[in-house]
């Protein structure tokens, strides 16, 4: 039985995408890739974040999530993640939208635009256990993919 890990999304699978890995013996966070390349703009008031696919998803076990983080390097290029981390279900894996695809969010806080090239390390995913709360009675399934649990 699998316990945690990356595949990659259908759509993506002859396009070359890296597994992330870890890259020393006590790194925390697996190293994140970009599947494609990404202009992304100076930031502007009202912009949206652009979003970086991986062409990647994630499974993990039933008291797990994992989150998105920047790298250490990310903010002296100007990349600033638009929800300051990035939290992931386990049953975001393989739903019915979107198989579960992960998407880094950023905006670019520099005044030039910055092109993200395919195959650069974008961030990484770090895994996690959670605890739930006395009481706590959640049954629902998710119907949706990304940003679908606040409709």
Same mark, same amino acid.
Request: charged fraction near 20%; glycine fraction near 12%.
């Given at each position: 039985?699998?316990?945690?890990g990356f595949e990659v999304i259908e759509k993506y699978k002859d396009k070359g995408?890296?597994i992330p890995e870890r890259k020393t013996k006590y790194a925390a966070g697996y ?8 202009? /992304?703009?100076? @930031?502007?008031? &009202? #912009? ?6 991986? %062409?990647? $998803?994630?499974? #993990? =076990?039933?008291?797990? +999530?994992y989150i998105l983080v920047n790298r250490s390097s990310g903010p002296k290029k %100007? ?6 981390? &990035? /939290?992931?279900? $386990?049953?975001?894996? *393989? *739903?019915?939208? *979107?198989?579960?695809? /992960?998407? @880094? =969010?950023?905006?670019?806080?520099? #005044?030039?635009?910055?092109? /993200?090239? $395919?195959?650069?390390?974008? %961030? =990484?995913?770090? +895994?996690?256990?959670?605890?739930? #709360? ?9 119907? &949706? %993919? +990304?940003?679908?649990?606040? $409709?």
């Open positions: 039985m699998q316990s945690r995408i890296h190293d994140v890739e970009a599947a494609e390349d990404v202009l /992304i703009s100076p @930031f502007q008031l &009202g #912009c949206m974040p652009t979003l970086i696919p991986t %062409g990647l $998803k994630a499974y #993990c =076990q039933d008291n797990e +999530f %100007g990349l600033v993640m638009a929800n300051g981390i &990035g /939290i992931i279900d $386990k049953d975001y894996y *393989n *739903n019915e939208s *979107n198989e579960g695809h /992960i998407y @880094f =969010q950023y905006y670019n806080m520099s #005044c030039e635009p910055l092109l /993200i090239h $395919k195959g650069d390390v974008i %961030g =990484q995913v770090v +895994f996690l256990n959670y605890l739930l #709360c006395d009481g706590d009675s959640a049954h629902g399934i998710r119907r &949706g %993919g +990304f940003g679908t649990t606040d $409709k």
